[in-house]
């Protein structure tokens, strides 16, 4: 892990490979090695970097007093950009709808493709039940504490409330607990994922979708059509909404594609890249 420090504090990252570049967002809870499998391939011939973005997942606690709404960490995705002067950029995101903000809030200017895997999108924020679940409790002091309790619990996160309706197969529990890890243990890690929870809006993706039209460059939605919780019929609606968009959908597979389908996600990359 590389680390670089921005205006909202240190993120850390992966950085691997040579070639066109790759960057990928994080999600909830999840770390960079929810790319693994996909950087793996695609790091034979592109240059795949992997940013660790401050929800949950993170190790390193941001400044107390950084910007964590939703525009704020899309700045710091643009940031993240600028810093390490990356030019050309194929931006990646899965489950957080974060790239769709960095075009929308105008932050797009050194990308120069965008991928989107199923994600928050339109009206669909909290999404499914373990969004709503965990939206709701950070409304009540101590209530996400004690939700985060039960995913000390290997066999419950399984759960349709947890990461049931997340991956269509079962996470590595190492890895898991990984990811787990940081917001279980760490109060400041917890008070970043608040931050975050407490300030997104439930329209910010409705507003994000009507600016996507700005976006004129080559766009690809992955979309799983067996992912309830980020509603199959949004990857359509994605891809219209891009001028340049089109969809292609990735079969068995949940919201978690990265880790359903890893080898069919890089091959539908590494052919996006290849022909735009």
């Given at each position: 892990?590389?680390?670089?420090?921005?205006?909202?504090?240190?993120?850390e990252y992966d950085d691997s490979g040579y070639g066109p570049i790759l960057v990928f967002l994080t999600g909830i809870f999840a770390n960079t090695t929810l790319?693994?499998?996909?950087?793996?391939?695609?790091?034979?011939?592109?240059?795949?970097?992997?940013?660790?973005?401050?929800?949950?997942?993170?190790?390193?606690?941001?400044?107390?007093?950084?910007?964590?709404?939703?525009?704020?960490?899309?700045?710091?995705v643009a940031e993240f950009l600028d810093v390490l002067d990356l030019r050309d950029v194929t931006l990646v995101g899965c489950d957080w709808g974060g790239a769709?903000?960095?075009?929308?809030?105008?932050?797009?200017?050194?990308?120069?493709?965008?991928?989107?895997?199923?994600?928050?999108?339109?009206?669909?924020?909290?999404?499914?039940?373990?969004?709503?679940?965990?939206?709701?409790?950070?409304?009540?002091?101590?209530?996400?504490?004690?939700?985060?309790?039960?995913?000390?619990?290997?066999?419950?996160?399984?759960?349709?409330?947890?990461?049931?309706?997340?991956?269509?197969?079962?996470?590595?529990?190492?890895?898991?607990?990984?990811?787990?890890?940081?917001?279980?243990?760490?109060?400041?890690?917890?008070?970043?994922?608040?931050?975050?929870?407490?300030?997104?809006?439930?329209?910010?993706?409705?507003?994000?979708?009507?600016?996507?039209?700005?976006?004129?460059?080559?766009?690809?939605?992955?979309?799983?059509?067996?992912?309830?919780?980020?509603?199959?019929?949004?990857?359509?609606?994605?891809?219209?909404?891009?001028?340049?968009?089109?969809?292609?959908?990735?079969?068995?597979?949940?919201?978690?594609?990265?880790?359903?389908?890893?080898?069919?996600?890089?091959?539908?990359?590494?052919?996006?890249?290849?022909?735009?």
């Amino acid at each position: 892990m590389r680390n670089v420090t921005l205006s909202a504090g240190t993120v850390e990252y992966d950085d691997s490979g040579y070639g066109p570049i790759l960057v990928f967002l994080t999600g909830i809870f999840a770390n960079t090695t929810l790319w693994r499998h996909v950087v793996a391939d695609l790091g034979r011939d592109h240059r795949c970097i992997v940013l660790e973005v401050p929800l949950g997942g993170h190790r390193v606690p941001m400044d107390a007093d950084a910007d964590l709404s939703s525009p704020g960490l899309a700045r710091l995705v643009a940031e993240f950009l600028d810093v390490l002067d990356l030019r050309d950029v194929t931006l990646v995101g899965c489950d957080w709808g974060g790239a769709q903000l960095v075009v929308a809030h105008g932050l797009g200017e050194r990308l120069a493709r965008l991928v989107l895997l199923p994600q928050e999108s339109f009206e669909n924020f909290p999404p499914g039940l373990p969004g709503k679940v965990l939206y709701q409790s950070s409304r009540i002091p101590g209530a996400t504490f004690l939700a985060l309790q039960t995913l000390r619990i290997r066999g419950l996160r399984r759960s349709p409330m947890n990461f049931g309706l997340m991956s269509k197969r079962p996470i590595p529990d190492d890895i898991l607990d990984a990811w787990l890890r940081p917001s279980l243990t760490s109060r400041l890690i917890r008070r970043d994922l608040l931050k975050y929870l407490r300030t997104t809006r439930a329209a910010e993706y409705l507003d994000a979708a009507a600016l996507l039209t700005t976006f004129d460059r080559p766009a690809l939605v992955l979309w799983a059509p067996e992912s309830t919780m980020m509603r199959p019929e949004n990857g359509a609606r994605l891809a219209k909404a891009l001028p340049r968009g089109r969809l292609v959908e990735v079969p068995d597979s949940y919201t978690l594609m990265p880790e359903d389908q890893p080898l069919l996600t890089a091959t539908h990359l590494r052919d996006f890249v290849a022909t735009t």
